[in-house]
T-cell receptor, first 116, second 110 residues
């Protein structure tokens, strides 16, 4: 299993600013992903965080808006750049341990962002 | 990855068995089926995963017919604490990524 910690758990931000969310896993994992979940909605995959290389983004998400880093096997960051109220959402980090089933993702508790 | 379709909501009563069926008509040969549970203000939690036939763990059972175009999550004797959103997903081993559908909101009543 893997325990995922995200910081901050919540924040209120001003329009036009940027915020970086940190994701720390308590063990080395093979893959890490970032999702977004708007209130009352399902999760949307933003990107796969690749260790030591550029993230792989899903359709509709771009690096300039959501730069992602993954410097090692246990840590990743997601930055939400030049925020607007439409970016208000919960951002979730997830990881695939590699020792369990291929579909067994572990999720953090999420970072709830409110943009004013 | 195959798109999944499941009921938007279901109601049940404590002690009953709940079956949530998901359709995934375009599932590929090497794809697996996995189910997650999500409580409010929490990240999703893995419940069960299968490729074919039946899989059972301490929490649930997963039934997958031979054509694999659908699957059924079975929750035995639900309690109020099983009230949550349940997601059916189809995944591929070599990518690891999972695409979430709309999910089924299960409301368990006393």
């Amino acid at each position: 299993s893997a325990v995922i910690s995200q910081k901050p758990s919540r924040d209120i931000c001003q329009r036009g600013t940027s915020l970086t969310i940190q994701c720390q896993v308590d063990s080395q994992v093979t893959m890490m992903f970032w999702y977004r979940q708007q209130p009352g909605q399902s999760l949307t995959l933003i990107a796969t965080a690749n260790q030591g290389s550029e993230a792989t983004y899903e359709s509709g998400f771009v690096i300039d808006k959501f730069p992602i880093s993954r410097p090692n096997l246990t840590f990743s960051t997601l930055t939400v750049s030049n925020m607007s109220p439409e970016d208000s959402s919960i951002y979730l980090c997830s990881a695939l341990a590699g020792t369990g089933l291929p579909g067994e993702l572990f999720f953090g508790e999420g970072s709830r962002l409110t943009v004013l | 990855l195959a798109k999944t379709t499941q009921p938007i909501s279901m109601d049940s009563y404590e002690g009953q068995e709940v079956n949530i069926t998901c359709s995934h008509n375009n599932i590929a040969t090497n794809d697996y089926i996995t189910w997650y549970q999500q409580f409010p203000s929490q990240g999703p939690r893995f419940i069960i995963q299968g490729y074919k036939t039946k899989v059972t763990n301490e929490v649930a059972s997963l039934f997958i017919p031979a054509d694999r175009k659908s699957s059924t999550l079975s929750l035995p004797r639900v309690s109020l604490s099983d009230t949550a959103v349940y997601y059916c997903l189809v995944g591929r081993s070599n990518t690891g990524k999972l695409i979430f559908g709309q999910g089924t909101t299960l409301q368990v009543k006393p």
